[in-house]
């Protein structure tokens, strides 16, 4: 495997050539994301070809040749420096074309997603800095703290818009927050052994889900916003109606604290990553174990799927990012770089990845697949 960092901001784009219309279908071409798109709907990856004869087209489009999926060989790594302190939480916002991270030195940053400038350093929080989430529309981002707060913020002004005290009883952490895909509520996790359930245009609490009995981790929002899933120190998953706030399951598997969670994009797959350095797959209609990938030398901090949900991230505590083929669960590539634990990992795009470090680290990073 061959890396490079690279300090250019300057990123070569590959081009697609037209394809010329030739027959009475209608063909789209796209020039920066290399699609072909016919009117049934279907929509394949598309390589350079001479074409000129109808039938061409017409065998181009019944036979079309599928864009390879990323090998992760080679690749170059853009490291991002400007917290203070270590990282726990990066978040994308394709909307927008930026990336947002959260950080133990109480700020959140955004940064260019292509040039990975630093546009602006958001201030509010009175302690570490340990989730953000965008809304789905990308015109706001969530974030949470350990001083028990919630903030709301524009991003077009970067300007604050609410902020709730989420655990006013206690002023526990909460440890993670996130918008549900449907953009009507924000949903978090706390130190209070809890998850709460908040309307995300007025701020009002809806519910509060009571039922491990340790401190939650995290939690994640099924595609179709209909289910919450949640991980805890207790070593449990649970499943819960978002509606209503009624548990579903109580999944168990894990044989020490469960840290992080993410469904995959077509909702079939639940994956969870543990202390107990394993990675387990789920399955989100029967709740049974797929398989467990196992490969990381310590606990696994996040985990996110690509879009077409074919690939598995993880970061965990040994500094490495891992990418995992979700079909068999053998590991692709293991990505090193960082000098510190990974605490947090998202999928911008199908070969494009942002982490972020812990502290001795402090640092964001940008890994793209140049195959």
Not at 63 to 86: N, R, Y
Not at 133 to 142: I, N, Y
Not at 233 to 251: A, F, P, R, S, V
Request: hydrophobic content about 35%.
């Amino acid at each position: 495997m061959a890396i490079w960092e690279k300090n250019s901001s300057n990123i070569e784009q590959q081009q697609i050539p037209h394809i010329r219309k030739k027959s009475n279908k209608r063909v789209f071409i796209s020039a920066s994301f290399a699609t072909l798109v016919t009117l049934s709907g279907g929509i394949y990856g598309c390589a350079e070809q001479k074409i000129s004869e109808p039938q061409a087209i017409e065998e181009s489009i019944k036979t079309p040749q599928l864009v390879a999926d990323p090998t992760w060989e080679h690749v170059e790594i853009k490291p991002l420096s400007g917290h203070a302190e270590g990282i726990w939480s990066v978040a994308i916002n394709q909307e927008q074309n930026l990336f947002a991270t959260a950080s133990e030195d109480r700020t959140i940053k955004l940064w260019n997603l292509e040039t990975g400038e630093l546009i602006n350093t958001l201030k509010g929080h009175d302690r570490a800095v340990l989730s953000v989430s965008f809304s789905p529309d990308g015109k706001q981002l969530v974030s949470s703290s350990k001083d028990g707060i919630i903030k709301v913020w524009n991003v077009q002004t970067q300007t604050l818009i609410r902020t709730v005290d989420a655990n006013p009883e206690n002023s526990k952490a909460v440890r993670s927050v996130v918008y549900s895909p449907d953009g009507m509520k924000i949903v978090n996790s706390s130190w209070d052994n809890t998850i709460k359930i908040w309307n995300a245009k007025t701020g009002e609490l809806i519910h509060t889900l009571t039922g491990h009995n340790k401190g939650v981790f995290a939690v994640a929002v099924s595609p179709d916003s209909q289910t919450i899933a949640s991980v805890s120190q207790d070593k449990t998953i649970k499943i819960w109606n978002l509606e209503t706030g009624e548990l579903i399951k109580t999944i168990e598997g894990h044989t020490d604290n469960v840290r992080t969670v993410a469904f995959s994009p077509d909702n079939n797959i639940l994956a969870t990553g543990s202390v107990d350095k394993t990675i387990k797959l789920w399955n989100t209609k029967t709740y049974k174990l797929i398989n467990t990938l196992s490969g990381h030398s310590k606990y696994i901090n996040s985990v996110a799927f690509s879009a077409n949900g074919k690939t598995l991230v993880s970061a965990a505590e040994d500094k490495t990012i891992a990418l995992w083929n979700v079909a068999d669960g053998k590991r692709i590539r293991t990505l090193d770089g960082s000098l510190a634990g990974v605490n947090s990992v998202a999928f911008a795009d199908p070969r494009t990845i942002v982490s972020g470090s812990a502290a001795g680290d402090d640092k964001a990073r940008v890994w793209r697949d140049r195959d």
